[in-house]
């Protein structure tokens, strides 16, 4: 019985070492390719809030979003696929703000100009009745 | 001595674990402050509840971080989750109240619109009242000035030398006699030219009304001649007006020869009446082509 299970044992060993290197292989190249799709994302979305006028409503967040994406591609070049994963998340992040914050200003314009134009209509009401 | 050890040695391990993950970076102490809050926040919880999620688990991954770099990095992404969170619900509510200014505006525009509609109406209201005023003073003064063209005219009937004054449908009827007229001729006498300015007199202060002047004669003679000289003394009798200042398209002259003959032809008496002249004064609304006896 002993020799069997001895047996066993150093084959599930070397087993799961294979399966140790490859995976760790396999962890590089997946790196890379989810670094490349991270920062493909933080991009699209900094376009995209550029596009929606984050430059003039949310320029802070724009700038912030633009830093970490700089960061990010730094950190690629370098094969620091890790730090790059995390710098676009990051940049991601402040891209997704930069742009919500740009629809708002424009909402609150909106609302601006309508109360403006209610008031505009209060007075012509009052001029008008006056008239009578 | 080895079971000490054994525990002390568990011990640390212990420590060593727990220590990676104890310090907290200020970091992620602001995110768990601002998480803390924005779970407080009935508009975030309402309108941003999937980011309120999402930076919860973030704010886990930082806590259980291995080093300090992966704690800022997920406490970072949290924080920047919950701002988000913050914007879209601002989102949420500015966009609730542009729709409730819009329905304010709407309602106002229709105010505005109704008020304009009232006044118009009012206006309206305003001008047909005038006009039937207006209407009823003009219809008092056409019945005032028909009172006063009555009297003048009953004034007229006495003063002007006719033989006969007669009341028709279409106004009223002098009948001159043929002796206003050189004989057998359309000269009228000086006499006649008098007697007729009454007419015209009455003629310039009534505008309105016009007049038909018919010629009649006796059944001697023939009937061109006898119309010729009807046609022609009533002619004369419209020129002698038309001296006096009336206006030639107020004025219908007629010949109507033997036509009409208002006694027996068979004595003098008789067709010396039949020889006349008689002058309708139209009514004010009068047609002369419906007045007299050769219309």
Known sequence: MRPKLMHKNVGLTFFLAIVFVLSAVGCASTGESAARKKLGSAESTISQAQANDATQHAPLELRMAQEKLAQANDAFEEDEFIEAQWRADEALADAKLADAKAETVETRKTVETLRKSIDDLKKQIKQQQTQQ | MKILSKIAFVLSLGMIAAGCATTQSQMLKTAQQSYNQAEKNSAITENASVDLYEARKLLNRAKNAEDTEEQEHFAYLAQKRIELAQTRALQAETREEAARLQEEQSD??????????????????????????????????????????????????????????EQTKEGTVLTLSEVIFEFN????????????????????????????????????????????????????????????????????ARGLGEAFPIATNDTPAGRQQNRRVEITILNPEGEPEKAGRGN
């Open chain 2, 108 to 165: 106002f525009s229709a105010t505005i619109r109704q008020q304009q509609i009232d006044q118009a109406r009012q206006e309206a209201q305003r001008s047909q009242q005038q006009l039937r005023a207006y209407q009823s003073e003009e219809q008092e003064r056409s019945a005032q000035r028909a009172q006063q063209a009555e009297a003048e005219l009953e004034r007229l009937r006495n003063e002007m030398a006719a033989n006969k004054t």
């Open chain 2, 185 to 252: 001729k359309a000269q009228l006498k000086s006499g006649a030219e008098r007697n007729l300015e009454r007419l015209s007199d009455f003629l310039k202060e009534f505008p309105e009304r016009k007049v038909v002047v018919e010629g009649f004669t006796d059944s001697i003679g023939s009937n061109p001649y006898n119309e010729q000289l009807s046609k022609e003394r009533a002619q004369a009798v419209a020129r002698a007006l038309e001296a006096d200042g009336i206006s030639s398209d107020r004025i219908t």
